[in-house]
């Protein structure tokens, strides 16, 4: 719920900490007198003065991951990145006490975070995704979570030097401001999928490969902000799936706006009933440069 996380909260504006507007958590207001009104389904929106300039994954895609998500086909994921997160935070010395604050970028419908949260005894969490459909599934995905719909892209709605670990699983990172939020020891999990990754759907369905050299390219555009700490880990494993999750797991994915759904259902139709596929990703942790910390350290 959003009182878990409010103290994290920033104005999208100016930064200001956010607080309850009303004491029912109706509309949260900022020091500087901004006010955000929190939606009947429990996510607020905060969004600068231009508004928000991308929409996200649409409901289709949100129902689409949903069911894939809920097969436990990417358990293997899901694991890695608890245990990573778990690890940033025996490694920061962050314990149950602290109330350790993790933030999924792009979370949409909350799976991996809210497993996450479940590893992690004492955890809150904020999702933030500029997709609305999204923001409804993240405000019932776990009781210690707050929902906020936010362009990952302009100034994030949290406070300086915060957050414990931010998670970007397959979506957008802005190296900048993930800086800018993380506490000093604070790091990033990044799950990346790799060449190679649902390999066998890609010629009879007609969707392309992921680019290789993916984490490097993440790498580099993140110096300045982030370095890497240790070495980033692939994962990979087979799932076998029938035509129903192929479905699923196409409808969430780009591909679903760039094939027709007509041409993509009789080429579902044609493929076996069930199909070995592989699944293949990097998790990378992300620590803030020396550069971007002061003397003190913050
Ligand atoms: C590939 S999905 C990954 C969702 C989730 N992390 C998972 O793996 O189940 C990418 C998500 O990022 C969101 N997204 C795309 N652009 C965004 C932006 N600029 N700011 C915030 N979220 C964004 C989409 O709405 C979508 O929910």
Not at 80 to 102: G, K, Y
Not at 118 to 124: A, I, M, T
Not at 212 to 220: E, H, L
């Amino acid at each position: 719920m959003l009182s878990d996380v409010i103290d994290l909260l920033a104005d999208p504006v100016d930064g200001t900490p956010l607080r309850a507007g009303d004491g029912s958590w109706r509309t949260l207001v900022s020091e500087s007198g901004h006010s955000y009104d929190v939606a009947r389904q429990g996510y607020v929106t905060l969004a600068g003065g231009a508004g928000l300039r991308y929409t996200g994954d649409d409901a289709d895609m949100i129902t689409a991951r949903e069911s894939f998500l809920s097969g436990g086909h990417f358990a293997p994921f899901v694991e890695a990145v608890s245990d990573t997160v778990n690890d940033v935070l025996d490694d920061a010395h962050v314990t149950e006490d602290d109330r350790p604050a993790i933030v999924e970028i792009g979370a949409g419908t909350g799976y991996y975070l809210a497993h996450t949260l479940d590893s992690v005894p004492g955890s809150r969490g904020i999702g933030v995704d500029v997709s609305v459909p999204a923001a409804k599934r993240l405000a019932s995905c776990h009781r210690r979570v707050g929902a906020v719909v936010a362009d990952a892209w302009s100034r994030l709605p949290l406070r300086d030097g915060c957050i414990d670990v931010l998670t970007v699983i397959f979506a957008p990172r802005n190296a900048a401001e993930f800086s800018r939020v993380l506490t000093p020891e604070g790091q990033v999990v990044v799950l990346t999928p790799e060449a190679g990754h649902l390999a066998e759907l890609r010629a009879p369905l007609g969707i392309i490969d992921v680019e290789a050299g993916k984490v490097d390219r993440m790498i580099s555009q993140a110096s300045g902000y982030l370095v890497p700490v240790g070495d980033p880990e692939s994962i990979e494993f087979v799932m076998r799936l029938d035509q129903a999750s192929i479905a699923a797991q196409i409808g969430m994915s780009p591909s679903a706006r760039h094939i027709h759904p007509k041409v993509l259902a009789e080429r579902i139709a044609d493929l076996p009933p069930v199909m070995e596929v592989t699944a293949r990703a990097t998790v990378t942790r992300l620590g803030r440069d020396p550069r971007t910390l002061g003397f003190n350290g913050s």
